[in-house]
């Protein structure tokens, strides 16, 4: 079965302490892994797509790898509004559909 | 600007009342999408389509239904509102090709109770 999941569930940072956030996942054909960033009551909003392990991606203080097993999201010397919770999610292919399965996130929590 | 809109925004209805939640997008995009999200899941797809009149189920497609009928629109129902249905529903779309399938851009979200 699909199954992608993140840890930690929640983690608070002080503000320029690193850190990184972790995906594992395990489809039967990755097509893509995404990285989303949702603040609350909002929808989640597209960060980053990986699809080969060794890719890298950056912006700002987020930097996102992946492995064949796993994907992290790094955040180097964090704000406190890089606050919100950071969705995982992989593209796989079932039944001759496209399909995107999403992890249940990690909060974060960046304090001054 | 390209968008994505959903209504309401917030809605109390009652056990066994239909309930019809609106997605609208000016994106063009033939790919829509319907999740719903709990605390403790991540986000889990009820409906998907592919462009018009191309409707199909996801993982948690029970008590729901959906139609396509232009390119801007999939409304999403609930044919008899069940308390299991309180949740937060998000709308989203994605172009078409492969590459950019898992790029989805979604609404603001509908919260829903069920009472």
């Known amino acids: 079965e699909d199954q992608v999941t993140q840890s930690p569930e929640a983690l608070r940072l002080q503000e320029g302490e690193s850190s990184s956030l972790n995906c594992s996942y395990t489809?039967?054909?990755?097509?893509?892994l995404f990285w989303y960033r949702q603040d609350p009551g909002k929808g989640p909003e597209f960060l980053f797509t990986l699809y080969s392990a060794g890719e890298e991606k950056e912006k700002e203080r987020l930097k996102a790898t992946l492995t064949k097993k796993e994907s992290f999201l790094h955040i180097t010397a964090p704000k406190p509004e890089d606050s919100a919770t950071y969705l995982c999610a992989v593209q796989t292919r079932g039944g001759g559909y496209n399909k995107l399965i999403f992890g249940a996130g990690t909060r974060l929590a960046v304090h001054p | 600007d390209a968008e994505i809109t959903q209504s309401p925004r917030h809605k109390i209805t009652e056990t066994g009342r239909q309930v019809t939640l609106a997605c609208h997008q000016t994106?063009?995009?033939?790919?829509m999408f319907w999740y719903r999200q709990d605390l403790g899941h991540g986000l889990r797809l009820i409906h998907y389509s592919y462009g018009v009149q191309d409707t199909n189920k996801g993982e948690v497609s029970d008590g729901y239904s959906v139609s396509r009928s232009n390119t801007e629109d999939l409304p999403l129902t609930l044919e008899s509102a069940a308390s299991s249905q309180t949740s937060v529903y998000f709308c989203?779309?994605?172009?078409?090709?492969?590459?950019?399938?898992?790029?989805?851009?979604f609404g603001p979200g509908t919260r829903l109770t069920v009472t």
């Open positions: 989203a779309s994605s172009e078409s090709s492969g590459s950019v399938f898992g790029e989805q851009y």
């Open positions: 994106w063009n995009h033939n790919n």
């Open positions: 489809v039967s054909g990755l097509r893509g």
